[in-house]
């Protein structure tokens, strides 16, 4: 590869904490962030299985990895995650926040306390990790932040009200910290996936009526791949996505147009 172009992609010499990264999406930019140099810091709700062969993955391809747990959707775990992260002796500058919970219900079948889950886990954890590791990336002026919204932010899912409400706050959110951060080096933006070919989503697709109706509705006529996500990741969080900030970055196949 030319060496110009090697160096817009190359995350040589940062750190990338990755959340919800045991599996899916989350897994897959940890793998391509870390090929492209970075040391990453795999992150799961609890100690499990796929979280170590993730580990491993990272591992056999010659990366530098190390694994935290916190269940993001309790508020004490969450504030706790980036002292774990310090503990390493890290300092995190690529921050990915991936990890989110949902649930398929219609409103009236809601509980407050589904409500409060959901908040909490996809909005609030975000908002306590970007507090916590944006001001060291603002006084090393450089950092990238990638938040992982949903194509529910722009197409709401009738059953998914809820989840569909936290990543639209979280969009807004996005744009707020991209505004206030840019004049430290310090970029912000919103990674909008559509429907991804991931465990979570094969529940929901194994009606071959129900999937069929779902791809029709895609413009290029297929469900998207977990390595789809990781190339749009990868351009935000190298030098080739230094003068990108604010943006909502749909990766559907048009699915949102």
């Known amino acids: 590869m030319d060496e110009a172009l090697e160096k817009l992609f190359s995350l040589t010499g940062h750190t990338a904490l990755v959340t919800g990264s045991s599996r899916g999406i989350g897994r897959e930019i940890a793998l391509t962030l870390a090929r492209a140099g970075a040391t990453v ?73 589904e409500f409060a889950r959901e908040f909490l886990a996809n909005v609030g954890a975000a908002f306590r990790l970007v507090k916590e590791f944006s001001p060291a990336m603002r006084r090393k002026h450089w950092g990238r932040i990638v938040c992982v919204g949903s194509v529910n932010q722009l197409r709401p899912a009738t059953r998914l009200s809820i989840y569909s409400a936290t990543k639209a706050a979280l969009e807004n959110f996005t744009v707020c910290c991209a505004k206030e951060f840019a004049a430290d080096g310090v970029t912000v933006n919103n990674l909008v996936p559509g429907v991804i070919l991931t465990d979570r989503n ?40 230094a003068y990108i900030t604010g943006i909502e970055l749909p990766v559907t196949g048009g699915m949102h147009l």
């Open 41 to 113: 810091i795999l992150h799961g709700s609890r100690e499990s299985e796929k979280l170590r062969e993730a580990a491993e993955h990272v591992k056999q391809i010659g990366g530098r990895v190390e694994c935290v747990t916190a269940d993001l959707t309790d508020d004490k775990a969450a504030a706790a995650l980036p002292d774990a992260c310090r503990a390493l002796g890290l300092e995190v500058d690529i921050l990915v926040l991936n990890a989110s919970v949902q649930e398929y219900r219609h409103v009236t079948d809601y509980e407050p306390e």
């Open 202 to 241: 094969e529940k929901i697709l194994r009606n071959e009526a129900f999937r069929e109706t779902v791809r029709s509705s895609i413009p290029l006529g297929r469900f998207g791949s977990v390595s789809d996500m990781a190339g749009a990741a990868l351009l935000l969080c190298g030098e080739a996505g």
